[in-house]
């Protein structure tokens, strides 16, 4: 520790800190536009000048490492001279158009001006002009504004991942842009807003709307991936306007994702459903609650009487724990087993065998502490972006070694060390392979189940899955081998795979052998607090695949769209078409519920009350933002007037924190969660070692703004995700071998149904595998991970 | 894009700096496209970028940086008058007015057959033998007189 002195006030600081770390340390607030805590030190703007004693010119406090003894004046006359000076150079060429900027009101220039520019400007020469760049759908540019401070670029580059923006020119010329016309694709791009001390970079969505003081602010918790990000959403007459981070260093640090800051725009969405609506001779026709929900409760009733397995509950994993508890209680109370949130899930052989909730198996700062990490099954980057900042963060800071198997070849844009690139079946091999690997490793030589034993028997090892094996272990290397920092993970790719179960024995079989961390990045705001509240099915029920597959006489759908949301959709479409009486409790009116016979307007998470648990465990409750629209009503509340209405007991909840307090049994969640989580599994499934299929099959991705029903509306996330969806993508030896060529129509063929798509080159898709996202032009088409035929449309 | 020559040139470059490092070469990768193409376009940018495995964006900011690097197209013959203090006065205007006047365009233009290119530069830290101009970045041409610059070009093919 360094004893120094600020304005005369005695402060103790690490060594390697800065001035401003430590002023920052005691609430000394010295100016600053280019520092950032998260970012490195440019030390280009200058405004945090300060006098040091024993240097006879000012030092930039954000780059000056502090020495023992050192004194330091940030308020002296020769400190504030040289603040003003670098103020009135800032300004010089600002063109002071705070009266039409968004950025009016929560402006750093703005602010800091105020405290340390002169009144009037001695500068009367013509100021200088940059053009502005369109970047996206996204982010709005003023580049005249733009006072050089390099954050934004050093955020792509260096949290991004990619260096999409930079600094061109020098001097007066030197103006911020992206490559010729590119736009700027990082899915966290929306950070570049809140860094930006300026109104360069302003949310195009939000642009114009409203002013920052006008906003109400209200905390909430992101809803479109596990991490659980502590957001602020701000309001201005009962509709949200915007969505920022709170800061939270544990969960998303001060960022989110583009999706969770933008999905407010599909809250307004025309589409959503502001009254009950029931069809009545094919006809859809608004209705009052009261009747509507007499309506349900006596269709489910009729049903129910004969037999409550006739019904099926599907709850998104978007849904909170209250809907989810409440559903599954009323389905209990309706004598139906048929409960499921995990909808896009193939494999279930694992029910029954986990001796707990499955989670990531570790914290999520965790994640940027390990030095070795396996990661199967995972497009990182769509299925949870800031999990993916914190891996590359690790390779960055430890050297991190990280290891890929998957079906995709998609950049995580980081330095991957080892992947493994195979079709879906191979992906089974390819842990075989690393277990075998692993196994074999003296240091290592702990028994092995011999079921799994056996398996390997025939197993060759290749080279690569040696690496990967020899890398986890960590030998040879410096590594702490005694309480490792190394992680096996499985994706949301992998929890779609047709063999999950056997994927996850294999890899569990793996972290246990080396002694890592193992976890699942579980998909959907809410997947693992589902699970904790059991929206699933009793044991011998079916879930959310076999409800589907053998059609109930009812369905409940809460928050679901079955074509999209569901693992089939086509198989979802027909259930739902079949089905004698269909009830959704949904936000949103939609094509995909044309098959209902009721729809009850619910309320989405920025209108209810409701707790969402994160995949790390964290229990998060959140209020309303804004009141319901139109006759929405908080989920948790409609079925709870159901189980009224149904005369089923223990439905005499007043509020959504008595559904929690019973969720929990009454105790502090962190109690009941600590003993829940859980990844082992009692016993091993078995794997199929020579299952191989040379069919061509189907990657059914769900892309970045694919993954829900709020996201799928958010049109300027639409517009940012064009490319990414409607269309076929394979590679050149597939696209060679069906004689096709980039650009051609092509029929998409699974089961019954065809669509025609564009065909895409893409080499980072694997032999004889074509990626077929889910989209609103897929929505119809099967299997994710299907058989699928391609040919050339005529 | 570049010659096989070019490349092995640039191969050269990437050999002095640890392969995590490949962004160090970018300056002289820059310079040795420019040798080849007389010039930088975006193009050209972009894929020595790429062959460096870095983004386009990176490379366009050193290029923009320097003005040695040229990012319209140049004649075959850039010649780059030094007008700073030392070389004003030892008479830089004069050999400025005299290019300008043999080759019939002014500073920072192209001569129509493309033949010549004529540019303000800044000091070229060789003060002692001013006044002085640079051709093509590479061969500098000091004690300048009239009479010399006259020589000089004539030896230009
Ligand atoms: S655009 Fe904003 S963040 Fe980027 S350099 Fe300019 S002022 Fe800084
Ligand atoms: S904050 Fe220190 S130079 Fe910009
Ligand atoms: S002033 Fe011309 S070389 Fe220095």
Known sequence: ?794 | MLSQESLARIDRELTKYPDDHRQSAVMSALRIAQDELGWLSKDTIAFVADYLRIPAIAALEVATFYNMYELEPVGRHKITVCTNISCMLRGSDEIVDHLEKRLGVHMGETTPDGKYTIKEGECMGCCGGAPLFHINNKRMCEYLTPEKVDEILGELK
Request: glycine fraction near 8%; aromatic fraction near 6%; charged fraction near 25%.
């Open chain 1, 1 to 794: 520790m360094l004893k120094i002195e600020i304005d005369g006030q005695a402060v103790e600081v690490e060594h390697g800190s800065t001035i401003i770390d430590a002023a920052d340390k005691i609430g000394v607030a010295i100016p600053r536009f280019c520092y950032h805590k998260k970012l490195s030190v440019a030390a280009n703007c200058r405004m945090c000048l300060v006098q040091v004693e024993k240097f006879n010119k000012p030092l930039p406090a954000c780059a000056t490492p502090v020495s023992e003894g050192m004194k330091i004046f940030t308020r002296s006359k020769s400190a504030i001279e040289a603040q003003k000076s670098v103020m009135e150079f800032l300004l010089i060429n600002h063109p002071l158009d705070c009266p039409i900027c968004d950025q009016g009101g929560e402006c750093e220039l703005q602010d800091i001006a105020v405290g340390y520019g002169s009144v009037k400007s001695r500068y009367t020469e013509e100021k200088r002009v940059v053009l502005n760049k369109n970047i996206g759908p996204l982010v709005s540019t003023d580049m005249t504004r733009c006072i050089q401070c390099t954050r934004c670029v050093r955020f792509l580059k260096e949290i991004g991942g990619m260096m999409e923006l930079g600094l061109v020119g020098r001097g007066e010329h030197a103006e911020i842009t992206a490559y010729v016309d590119k736009s700027v694709e990082s899915e966290l791009s929306g950070n570049i807003i809140d860094l930006c001390p300026v109104g360069a970079l302003t949310s195009k969505p939000f642009r114009y709307s409203a002013r920052s003081w006008e906003l109400t602010r209200r905390p909430s918790i992101a809803a479109h991936d596990a991490l659980g990000s502590q957001i602020e959403v701000q309001v201005k007459n009962n509709r949200v306007m915007r969505v920022l981070p709170r800061e939270k260093e544990s969960i998303n640090e001060c960022w989110i994702s583009d999706r969770d800051r933008f999905s407010y725009e599909g809250l307004n969405s025309t589409e959503r459903l502001t009254v009950p609506m029931i069809k009545q001779n094919g006809e859809w026709k608004e209705a009052d609650w009261k009747s509507a929900l007499e309506y349900v409760a006596n269709r489910l009733k009729v049903v129910a009487e004969k037999d409550g397995n006739d019904i099926g509950f599907l709850v998104a994993p978007t849904s909170t724990m209250e809907e989810g508890y409440l559903t599954k209680k009323l389905a209990r109370g309706l004598k139906s087993g048929n409960v499921d949130h995990r909808l896009r899930r193939g494999d279930f052989r694992l029910d029954g065998h986990f001796q707990g909730t499955p989670w990531m198996g570790c914290n999520i700062p965790d994640l940027q502490e390990m030095d070795r990490v396996l990661v199967i099954g995972s497009n990182l980057r769509n299925e949870h972006p800031l999990l993916a900042h914190r891996l590359r963060h690790a390779v960055k800071m430890n050297a991190a070694e990280v290891s890929i198997v998957s079906s995709l070849d998609d950049d995580p844009l980081m330095p991957v060390a080892f992947k493994e690139i195979c079709s879906p079946d191979g992906m089974i091999n390819e842990l075989l392979q690393i277990l075998k690997a692993m196994s074999s490793l003296q240091r290592l030589s702990l028994c092995l189940p011999p079921s799994l034993n056996k398996l390997l028997e025939g197993i060759e090892v290749s080279a690569n899955a040696d690496a990967i094996a020899h890398s986890l272990a960590g030998l040879g290397k410096d590594y702490d081998l005694v309480s490792p920092r190394s992680g096996v993970f499985l994706g949301n790719m992998a929890q779609h795979h047709p063999r999950y179960s056997e994927l996850y024995s294999l890899a569990e079989a793996i972290a246990s052998l080396c002694g890592a961390t193992f976890g699942v990045f579980s998909e959907s705001a809410n997947r693992v607090g589902l699970d904790l509240a059991r929206a699933l099915p009793s044991a011998g029920a079916l879930n959310a695949r076999t409800m589907l597959e053998q059609p109930r006489k009812a369905y409940m759908l809460v928050n679901v769209e079955p074509e999209f949301d569901c693992r089939n959709g086509k198989q979802a479409a027909d259930a739902m078409a079949q089905a004698d009486f269909v009830v959704a409790l949904t936000p949103f009116k939609s094509f995909a519920l044309n098959d209902a016979d009721v729809m009850l307007p619910v309320a989405p998470f920025t209108e209810t009350s409701g707790t969402f648990m994160s995949m790390e465990g964290r229990v998060q409750s959140f209020a309303a933002a804004v009141k319901p629209l139109g006759e929405c009503r908080p989920g948790w509340k409609v079925l709870r007037v159901l189980g009224n209405l149904l005369g089923l007991e223990g439905f005499d909840f007043d509020s959504s924190e008595a559904v929690k307090n019973e969720i929990f049994g009454g105790e502090k969640p962190s109690k009941v969660v600590w003993n829940k989580l859980n990844n082992n599994l009692r016993h091993l499934v078995e794997v199929d070692v020579k299952a191989t299929s040379t069919a061509l099959r189907r990657i059914g991705e769900i892309p970045l703004y694919q993954s829900d029903a709020i996201v799928r509306r958010s049109l300027p996330l639409q517009k940012a995700g064009q490319s990414s969806v409607g269309m076929a993508a394979m590679n050149s030896a597939l696209m060679q071998k069906l004689g096709l060529q980039e650009g051609d129509l092509v029929r998409v063929k699974q089961d019954a149904e065809a669509v025609k798509l564009p065909v895409r080159l893409d080499d980072r898709v694997y032999d004889n595998c074509v990626r077929v996202p889910v989209c609103a032009e897929t929505a119809r088409l099967g299997d994710l991970y299907g058989e699928i035929s391609v040919e050339k449309a005529s």
